[in-house]
């Protein structure tokens, strides 16, 4: 079984910071991709950011230059460092995991885990 756990939302006033981490447990042979995702009221769930294991990174429009995806491998941990919050980055953000774990065959079997969310609320 894998795991995959958010932490690190909350309520900020507009033009601050906010760190997010998403780590990734239980039988994991490989991970090869984390990404952070998030899902305002009535929107769609979109892409902010996300990151390969060998190190290629990909951002949103809206959140380039303001977020930064980071990742510890030896932890199967991703951070999403927020700065200059604004009221539209208000939503739910969910953490996506994509690897291979061993299955009770023996064999490899890809997952894809999603994270309960956590909330991010932005006040102007």
């Known amino acids: 079984q894998v795991h995959v756990m958010e932490s690190g939302g909350g309520l900020v006033q507009a033009g601050e910071s906010l760190r997010l981490s998403c780590t990734a447990s239980?039988?994991?042979?490989?991970?090869?991709?984390m990404g952070w995702y998030r899902q305002a009221p009535g929107k769609e769930r979109e892409l902010v950011a996300s990151?390969?294991?060998?190190?290629?990174?990909n951002y949103a429009d809206s959140v380039k230059g303001r977020f930064t995806i980071s990742k510890d491998n030896a932890k199967n941990t991703v951070y999403l460092q927020m700065n200059s919050l604004k009221p539209e980055d208000t939503a739910v953000y969910y953490c996506?995991?994509?690897?291979?774990?061993?299955?009770?065959?023996?064999?490899?079997?890809?997952?894809?885990?999603w994270g309960q969310g956590t909330q991010v609320t932005v006040s102007s």
């Open positions: 996506l995991a994509t690897g291979y774990t061993r299955n009770t065959a023996g064999s490899m079997e890809r997952f894809d885990r």
């Open positions: 239980g039988s994991i042979f490989n991970l090869i991709f």
């Open positions: 990151t390969f294991t060998r190190g290629h990174t």
